[in-house]
């Protein structure tokens, strides 16, 4: 059982950061592969990135690509995501997301999904 939480999300102008947390609990964090999806109201979820239980491999979703950084620290347990050059598109609710298979997160079908984050960029 893994119970993911997140933090770090806000208000910020078009073009600023905002970086996002997760702390995820349970003994085998180093087993599962990590991510962020997002969701807005009404709308479809949409992948953003995944990494690896590693490290080793990461993917980022078109659309995020040169702007988005994940990471993780496997000894704290957390993973996280730096938002660099945000657009009012961004704009939507984000999950932390966890699953043994990595092609789950891609896909969007984690194991596991924290609470969300309300991430606004504002125009």
């Known amino acids: 059982q893994v119970q993911l939480v997140e933090s770090g999300g806000g208000l910020v102008q078009a073009g600023g950061s905002l970086r996002l947390s997760c702390a995820a609990s349970?003994?085998?964090?180093?087993?599962?592969?990590m991510g962020w999806i997002r969701q807005a109201p009404g709308k479809e979820r949409e992948f953003v990135s995944v990494?690896?239980?590693?490290?080793?491999?990461?993917y980022y979703a078109d659309s995020v690509k040169g702007r988005f950084t994940i990471s993780r620290d496997n000894a704290k347990n957390t993973v996280s995501l730096q938002m660099n050059s945000l657009k009012p598109e961004d704009t939507t609710v984000y999950y932390c997301a966890a699953a043994l298979s990595f092609q789950a997160v891609k896909i969007g079908t984690p194991d596991y999904w924290g609470q969300g984050t309300q991430v606004t960029v504002s125009s």
């Open positions: 349970g003994r085998t964090f180093s087993s599962y592969a």
């Open positions: 990494i690896s239980w590693s490290g080793g491999n990461i």
